[in-house]
């Protein structure tokens, strides 16, 4: 019994424990710079991108194992537009704003349109996509780089929370931020546990509860801790905050994000219940769209330009992240939470190696395998489950 | 002493946690037809996999004894090579190639790198002549129908150079005619000296072919029953299956409430989905009453389930004309949502490929076509939920460890009543249950019978579309019998006999 409460667990939280012991073996491998606040801090600016597309792509790959090979020029097109709006045009930070939200959402209409009532394959429309709006940024930037962005709207995303408690050398906020945060995850689990067991349902094992409650508790406080030491909580990481939590709760909570899986498990089965499955593979790709516009804002944000080269091979970034987040290939199953550890765990590999010297062909190579790793663990651990 | 080909002995086979097989006996003369029987999850799959080397030597105990040598396979080609092939339930030939090539698919004519089309073809047809078909060996396997790829699936055994043939359920998606003419296939093959073993559900057509029967039941040999000295009735087999007699095969409704007309259609045409030109409903006119369990009988393809899924919500055909009135009143259903909310539910036919997520809980499951009933603004109350899912489970006997287990996990009748439940939950007043004790035991029948004589009884009209004549004019209160998209006739449950539906069925096909 407890032999098969241990391996159920492992199974459950094997990316965990392969995030932890890749972290590990990083910090080790560069002395303990791997985990130097600066580090942390790059690590979560660097991979603002990552997080916000691939939270978008599990919906896409939900509905089935689809993909959209289109955001990384997506990326660049709205990218290419704000920093028209904003630099060339002299637009208000926030109406352009708005109309990088709208084109973003603009293409994910469009291609959402062909895919969900035309049954156009998404691979095709995608490729087709990834294409033209690559060809479309182009155009609109004439092949320059628009530079830089303004200040203000460089605040927006790339400054930091400032400490109301002025700590010195190290930023209270960002610490209470932490406690309050890892607090909160522990009353809410325990809450649900309290009212579980009222109702006489079925709950989990109270270690494995306790147990979760630790891991996460300490990675929140881990995590504030460098931030603190570094500048504080970084504004990215509200944006990517806020997005997770959003797109976790639909996902887990509502019927949209029932209906999501339902299509991905069986399409047939659905349509029959009476799920209207051309409007879900539509919400899924036009909000794909949407969130390739904030990822693009992310974007110019951080190299305070747009270039016609921006946002290349984001797509790969962002499938990856959720198979090895464990998304099912075939849809049907995946999580916001996994897709997270998925998308940390890219950037993990990414920022360790950059850290080490690895030559960046040899950095593909490696992510290239541990995609592929991840995929053949999943599928055979299916199977032997059979 | 008759000549024994295939004998296995003492066979166990164990999977983690269960013993699927315990100390099986199972032995086969040459010539003969051998049926093997037994409620599902009896062990018969497994056997015949044990057989067929998709088990292979060693991880069972146990010996196969085959023309008087042990045999050891480890994999499908070790048995086949012995001559020893197993038709599956579930057709496996590709749609988009011809008969030809899907016959000797994995074993192609020819060099390896220059397959010999002209031997291939020449060599199918010949094969497809000793089946009975007239096909050419070239014509598209999408382009013929199920009882005719099952013809192939045997062809292709044969090509094989089969010496005992083993058909799992080859009737199951068959309709009475060509299950008719599969089975005399058997029997000529039999006249030729052919062995074969074949595992059924429907114990007439056993009854009818078999020389000996074996009983499995809970994964051990129960007894081995001989056309020579013992009666093959069904009642006789059935015993031996659930291991009790079943006095009562379909439970009487103690009283009978029937009230208005519920549900009609008049003048319903439907054009098949894709060849838009051809109907597959044909002016059917027809009603359902409050509290009545009405039995749509017919042969496989005469528009049955083209006909219930039109009705619902429009989720088959094309250009469909005609009128339909819930409660008296016309109504118009453009999608499934709109016929959920006029009450009206489509339990189908095909549970695993479109009534179920098997990768999903039977929570989830449950509550599909009823998400509204558990959430509020679009966000889902999963206690709600569990109570639901619960409740279902309780109320349908449901086996299952929780309603957290996966639905693919499931024995066939559970996972019916998985599907019944989510139905259920819908709270329809008109319930189409489209061939709803398709593949499962007896026992579980018996419990799905009883849901639906609950269901009348609370008021709902229930409609029974059914191959199996014995199911319709056991639960029916009146009966449809259909046939090429016409109904061809309208019988009072009390008049009607197998007789008389099969009767009508042969006087409409000939009336063209």
């Keep these: 019994m407890e032999k098969a409460n241990v391996s159920a667990f492992l199974k459950k939280y094997t990316m965990v424990i392969v995030l932890i012991i890749v972290t590990l073996f990083f910090t080790w491998k560069t002395g303990g710079r791997m985990l130097l606040p600066q580090n942390v801090n790059n690590l979560i600016s660097q991979n603002a991108y990552v997080f916000i597309l691939a939270t978008g792509m599990l919906l896409c790959i939900l509905t089935g194992g689809n993909i959209d090979l289109s955001v990384g020029s997506i990326v660049c097109i709205v990218g290419a537009v704000g920093a028209t709006c904003m630099v060339n045009l002299k637009m208000n930070i926030f109406a352009s704003i708005l109309i990088m939200l709208a084109t973003g959402l603009v293409i994910g209409i469009w291609q959402g349109f062909w895919i969900a009532y035309r049954r156009i394959p998404p691979f095709i429309v995608t490729l087709a996509g990834m294409l033209m709006f690559r060809g479309l940024s182009n155009i ?49 689990t325990f809450r649900g546990r309290r009212a579980k067991v009222k109702k006489g349902y079925a709950v989990t094992p109270l270690g494995s509860d306790i147990m979760k409650c630790a891991v996460i508790g300490l990675a929140i406080m881990l995590l504030m801790w460098r931030l603190a030491q570094y500048k504080g909580i970084p504004n990215i990481l509200l944006w990517i905050t806020v997005i997770v939590l ?96 998925g998308a940390t765990l890219m950037g993990v590999i990414n920022l360790g190696m950059s850290i080490m010297g690895v030559d960046a062909n040899w950095q593909k190579v490696v992510k290239g395998a541990v995609l592929l790793a991840a995929v053949i663990f999943d599928v055979e651990s299916k199977k032997r489950a059979k | 002493m008759a000549d024994i080909l295939l004998e296995m002995r003492n066979i166990t086979k164990t999977f983690p946690g269960v013993k699927a097989l315990d100390n099986v006996n199972l032995k086969v003369e040459k010539g003969e037809i051998h049926a093997l029987v037994g409620e599902n999850g009896a062990g018969k799959s497994t056997l015949m996999n044990v057989l067929s080397g998709i088990y292979p030597h060693g991880s069972y105990e146990g010996d196969i004894i085959y023309e008087g040598e042990t045999c050891k396979f480890h994999k499908i080609k070790d048995s086949e090579e012995k001559g020893i092939v197993i038709i599956h339930q579930e057709l496996a030939l590709v749609p988009e190639m011809t008969i030809g090539e899907n016959m000797y698919l994995g074993n192609e004519q020819g060099k390896k790198l220059a397959i010999d089309w002209n031997r291939t073809y020449g060599e199918a047809d010949k094969y497809l002549r000793q089946v009975g078909l007239s096909e050419s060996s070239r014509t598209l396997i999408k382009d013929i129908g199920v009882g005719k790829q099952q013809l192939v699936e045997i062809a292709k055994a044969l090509a094989k150079k089969a010496r005992l043939l083993i058909l799992d359920e080859p009737t199951s998606s068959l309709n009475e005619a060509d299950s008719q003419a599969l089975l005399e296939l058997m029997l000529e093959f039999k006249k030729q000296g052919m062995t074969s073993i074949i595992i059924s559900h429907k114990l007439n057509e056993i009854a009818y072919v078999a020389d000996k029967i074996t009983v499995i039941r809970d994964g051990s040999t129960i007894e081995t029953l ?56 044909d002016n059917v006119s027809m009603h359902v009453r409050k509290g009545e369990v009405l039995g749509i009988s017919g042969l496989m393809g005469a528009g049955r389930t083209e006909l219930a899924m039109s009705i619902f919500g429009k989720s088959y055909g094309n250009d469909i004309s005609g009128q339909l009135f819930i409660k008296g009143r016309e109504v118009k259903l453009h999608n499934v949502r709109e016929a959920i909310e006029h009450k009206i539910a489509y339990v189908t036919e095909d549970r695993k490929g479109n009534g179920l997520i098997l990768s999903n809980p039977i929570r989830v499951n449950t509550t599909l076509a009823n998400l509204p009933g558990v959430s509020s603004h679009g966000v889902i109350d999963k206690d709600k939920e569990i ?126």
């Design chain 1, 140 to 188: 609109v930037l004439d092949g320059y780089t628009i530079a830089p962005m303004p200040e203000k709207y460089l605040m927006l995303f790339n400054s930091y929370i400032i400490d109301f408690f002025h700590g010195d050398g190290l930023n209270i906020t960002c610490l209470l931020v932490g406690i309050l945060a890892a607090a909160v995850f522990i009353i809410i």
């Design chain 1, 246 to 341: 959003i797109y976790g709760y639909i996902t887990s909570k509502t019927t949209v994000g029932r209906h999501l899986y339902a299509i991905g498990g069986n399409e047939k089965a659905a349509q029959l219940s009476g799920i209207n499955t051309n409007k879900v593979y539509f919400i899924a790709y036009a909000n794909m769209g949407l969130l390739a516009a904030v990822a693009a804002m992310v974007t110019i944000a951080r190299l305070s330009s747009a270039s016609p080269t921006a946002g290349e091979s984001y797509e790969m970034d962002a499938i990856g992240s959720c198979f090895i987040g464990g998304a099912s290939a075939y849809g049907g199953s995946g999580t916001i939470p996994g897709v997270i550890i």
């Design chain 2, 226 to 281: 001989d056309k020579e000295k013992d009666t093959f009735t069904e009642d006789r087999i059935i015993q031996g299956m659930v291991g009790r007699e079943l006095t009562d095969r379909f439970p009487k409704r103690t009283q009978k409430n029937i009230g208005d007309v519920a549900l009609e259609v008049k003048n319903w045409t439907v054009h098949h989905q894709v060849y838009t030109d051809r109907k597959v409903v």
């Design chain 2, 387 to 512: 109570a639901v899912a619960e409740e279902y489970r309780g109320k349908l006997k449901t086996k299952c460890p929780s309603v957290e287990q996966n639905v693919g996990n499931l024995s066939g009748g559970n996972q019916q009543k998985v599907l019944l439940a989510k139905w259920m939950f819908a709270e329809p007043d008109i319930l189409i249950l489209d061939e709803p004790t398709r593949g499962i035991d007896v026992g579980a029948k018996y419990e799905i019978y009883c849901i639906i004589n609950d269901l009348v009884a609370a008021g709902k009209s229930v409609i029974m579309i059914s191959s199996e004549l014995p199911e319709v004019l056991g639960m029916s209160d009146r009966i449809y019998v259909m046939n090429e998209g016409r109904i061809c006739g309208e019988l009072d449950a009390a008049e009607a006999t197998q007789e008389i539906i099969m009767g009508r069925i042969l006087k409409s096909s000939k009336g063209e």
